[in-house]
C-alpha cells in the first residue's frame, strides 16, 4: 500500500512532441505528489508538486494531472526538448511528520532532435 | 556554494571494508536523509534525522550507521561492506521531518562500488 507504480520505464520523443508520464498509488493517506528530475551524475531535484485538492497543476512546460478518484497522477511535458532527457521520478507522501517520500521506478526520458 | 554537498563522489573498496560518506547541508535545514539508488536507479529510504535525533530507520543491514553530529551533518558508516551495497548513496535534505509536502534537496551522490 505504500507503493507508487510508476510508467513507462523508458520513453522516446520527438522533439517538440509531448512527453507523458504516469503514476498510480494505493494509500489514499497520500497528500502531496511531487515529480523529481535527475540528470546523469546528478540528484534528483525538485520540478513540480501538486496536493489532492487540485486537479492540475501548471507550470511553465510543465503539467501535473492529477485524478483523486481514480488515484492517478501523471506528468506531461509540452514541447519537449533534447535537455529535458533526464529520468523522472513521480513521489507520494503521508500527511504526518516523520513519514519519507516514497519513489516511483523512475522513467527514462530520451528527447531525440 | 553547494546546498548539500557529499564527499567522497566515487568510492571503491573492497569486500570486508569499512567506509564512512559525509554530508553537509547549509540550507539551514532541520532534517536529513540517506536514500540509496540501486543500479535500476530505484531511490529508496534508508534513514531520517531531525535535529540530530533519528526519526525513520527502514529495513536496513545493521552494518549501515548513520551519525548526525549536528542538524547541518549526517554521515554514514558502512561496516563489512558485501557486494549488493554497490550503488549511489543521496544525502538529502529538507525543512521539516517529512510528510508536510516539504521539498527535499539533494547532494549529486556518492557512488559506492565494492570489489
Known amino acids: 500500500q505504500q507503493q507508487v507504480k510508476q510508467s513507462p520505464q523508458s520513453l522516446i520523443v520527438q522533439k517538440g512532441g509531448i512527453s507523458i508520464i504516469n503514476c498510480a498509488y494505493e494509500n489514499t493517506a497520500f497528500d502531496y505528489f511531487p515529480w523529481y528530475q535527475q540528470f546523469p551524475g546528478k540528484g534528483p531535484a525538485l520540478l513540480i508538486a501538486i496536493r489532492p485538492d487540485v486537479s492540475e497543476k501548471k507550470e511553465g512546460r510543465f503539467t501535473i494531472s492529477f485524478n483523486k478518484s481514480a488515484k492517478q497522477f501523471s506528468l506531461h511535458i509540452m514541447d519537449s526538448q533534447p535537455g529535458d532527457s533526464a529520468t523522472y521520478f513521480c513521489a507520494a507522501s503521508l500527511v504526518q511528520a516523520g513519514t519519507a517520500l516514497i519513489f516511483g521506478k523512475g522513467t527514462t526520458l530520451s528527447v531525440s532532435s | 556554494d553547494t546546498a548539500v554537498s557529499q564527499t567522497p563522489k566515487y568510492l571503491v573498496t573492497q569486500m570486508g571494508n569499512d567506509k564512512s560518506i559525509k554530508c553537509e547541508q547549509n540550507?539551514?535545514?532541520?532534517?536529513m536523509y540517506w536514500y540509496k539508488q540501486d543500479s535500476k536507479k530505484f531511490l529508496k529510504i534508508m534513514f531520517s534525522?531531525?535535529?540530530?535525533?533519528?526519526?525513520i530507520n527502514e529495513t536496513v543491514p545493521n552494518r549501515f550507521s548513520p551519525k548526525s553530529p549536528d542538524k547541518a551533518h549526517l554521515n554514514l558508516h558502512i561496516n563489512s561492506l558485501e557486494l549488493g551495497d554497490s550503488a549511489v548513496y543521496f544525502c538529502a535534505s529538507s525543512s521539516y521531518p517529512g510528510g508536510r509536502g516539504s521539498p527535499l534537496h539533494f547532494g549529486n551522490g556518492t557512488r559506492l562500488t565494492v570489489t
Open positions: 534525522y531531525n535535529n540530530k535525533e533519528l526519526i
Open positions: 540550507l539551514g535545514h532541520d532534517t
